[in-house]
C-alpha cells in the first residue's frame, strides 16, 4: 500500500525512533509498503519517520548503473565516517520543490540489519554514502537542512513554510502539516 509522505514541519520528522526486531507486528508489510511508497515517488531513499512510523527503519535505492543499491537498513548505526568531503545537491521527499547543496563525508562504515535481521558491516562509498547519510539522518530526528549554514536556513525559511502549508504539490501523495 502506498502511504502518504509527511511534509517538512510534521513534528514525527524531529521525534526519537525505535529500534526493531523480528518480532515486531507488522515488520514485512512496513517494509513492502515502504518499498511500494519509495517507488511511487520515483526517490532514491525513504525512512520509516517520512510515512509516519517512528522506527530505526530506512530504504536506499540508487538506480545508477555502477552503483546499484536496492537495501533495507534496520537498527542501522554509522561506525566510521571518511575524512574527505563532497557537496551535491541533495532534496528530500518530505521537502518537495527544494533542492539544496550539501557537504558529506565520502564515505562511511555502517552496521546494521537487512530484512532477514542478520548483521551486516559495510562500506559504502560516493552517491551510496550520501544516499544512506540522507536516510540515517531521518532515523536520528534531522534533516540535510541542519547540516546547512544558519545564513542558508535563514534564506530558506520562507520556502519551507510554503512547503509545510502545501504549495509545492509533488506527484505522490503527501500530508502537509499546516495545510488549511
Ligand atoms: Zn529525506
Redesign the pocket.
Known amino acids: 500500500m502506498i502511504r502518504p509522505i509527511l511534509a517538512y514541519g510534521a513534528p514525527i520528522l524531529r521525534q526519537q525512533t525505535r529500534e526493531l526486531s523480528r518480532e515486531t507486528p507488522g515488520l514485512q508489510q512496513l517494509i513492502t509498503d515502504m518499498w511500494q511508497t519509495l517507488d511511487n515517488a520515483a526517490g532514491v ?1 525513504l ?1 520509516a519517520p ?1 510515512i509516519g512510523q517512528p522506527l530505526r527503519i530506512f530504504l536506499a535505492d540508487n538506480r545508477d548503473e555502477a552503483e546499484h543499491l536496492r537495501q533495507v537498513f534496520i537498527n542501522a548505526s554509522i561506525l566510521e565516517y571518511g575524512n574527505t568531503f563532497s557537496t551535491e545537491e541533495e532534496g ?4 518537495p520543490g527544494l533542492s539544496v547543496p550539501v557537504t558529506r563525508p565520502d564515505s562511511i562504515i555502517i552496521r546494521y540489519q537487512d530484512a532477514d535481521f542478520q548483521t551486516r558491516t559495510a562500506t559504502f562509498e560516493g552517491m551510496n554514502a550520501r544516499i544512506i547519510q ?2 540515517y539522518d ?1 532515523v536520528e530526528g534531522r ?2 537542512l541542519d547540516r546547512l549554514s544558519s545564513l542558508s536556513r535563514t534564506l530558506l525559511r520562507h520556502k519551507l513554510q510554503k512547503v509545510s502549508r502545501g504549495k509545492f504539490r509533488p506527484s505522490y501523495p503527501m500530508q502537509f502539516p499546516l495545510r488549511n
Open positions: 531513499g525512512a517520512q528530500c521527499l518530505s521537502i540522507h536516510e531521518h534533516l540535510y
